[in-house]
């Protein structure tokens, strides 16, 4: 079973990780023996989240908005730590407003963090992992790419957008010893959906009578998620985008 789903002697890249899922998939890989690396652009969170977690966890800060800064980011992290063995793309962020309100600023705001950015930094990762000999590359996706969702169609699309580029990556890597996969969260019990609903019990009471479980996922729901997807027991898994919702793509 260590074997089959243990993370030892390898290094995991998690962005977006010092808070929320991003948090909870780092304190997942740690738990399962992984050296973890989380990167945003707050030092003081990560900091906080680095002490939470323990030793073998630490911090980088990266702005994934900006592709120039992301080459010499990924050779600093090399030098430091050594190559990436898995790297999760969890940093994401939204934009949420009427359709008819918004601009190209707002789309491209989503667009360069969760797309441009997260493949750039891919780009730079895969090709250290290639001359290693392989390596896990995980997105983090969202129910929001498989049902409709109000005032937030930039997220919509990158989303979506990031599951075509899982089975595009998948089809030119499998063969090259890369898995790529992504975790689809439903609705997470997390800080920023609990300030979302807090004054809005109407629509806290609608998304739990679309989930058939009849509760959140817990962010650790998602962290074993990725634990999995980065371990040799899933060695046979890619191209998969995994709904962790509680049936909620699904439900009546």
């Not at 023996?33 to 073998?56: H, K, M, P, S, Y």
């Not at 807090?198 to 009849?214: S, V, Y």
Request: proline residues 3%; aromatic residues 6%.
């Amino acid at each position: 079973m260590k074997e089959a789903y243990g993370l030892d002697g390898k290094t995991a890249l998690v962005t977006g990780g010092g808070t929320g899922l991003g948090k909870a998939i780092a304190r997942c890989l740690h738990a399962s023996g992984a050296t973890v690396i989380i990167a945003g652009r707050r030092a003081d969170a990560l900091e906080t989240a680095c002490n939470e977690i323990g030793d073998g966890c630490a911090s980088m800060v990266v702005d994934l908005s900006d592709p120039c800064s992301l080459e010499n980011f990924e050779e600093t992290a090399a030098a430091r730590f050594g190559a990436i063995d898995i790297l999760v793309n969890n940093a994401g962020n939204t934009v949420k407003k009427p359709f008819e309100d918004s601009n190209l600023h707002d789309l491209d705001t989503v667009l360069d963090v969760q797309i441009r950015g997260a493949l750039e930094l891919t780009r730079h990762v895969i090709r250290r992992q290639l001359a290693n000999g392989g390596g896990s590359v995980i997105f983090t996706s969202s129910l929001a790419a498989f049902i409709g969702q109000t005032e937030t169609v930039g997220y919509c699309v990158a989303k979506s957008a990031m599951n075509g580029a899982v089975r595009s990556l998948t089809a030119e890597y499998a063969r090259r010893g890369i898995r790529i996969n992504a975790v689809a969260p439903g609705w997470i019990e997390t800080d920023l959906f609990r300030s979302a609903t807090r004054d809005d019990p109407e629509r806290l009471k609608r998304i739990l009578r679309r989930i058939p479980m009849d509760r959140l996922g817990e962010p650790e729901d998602i962290g074993w998620a990725c634990a999995y997807l980065a371990s040799p027991a899933a060695r046979y898994v890619t191209g998969q985008v995994l709904l962790v919702d509680g049936g909620g793509s699904i439900g009546f």
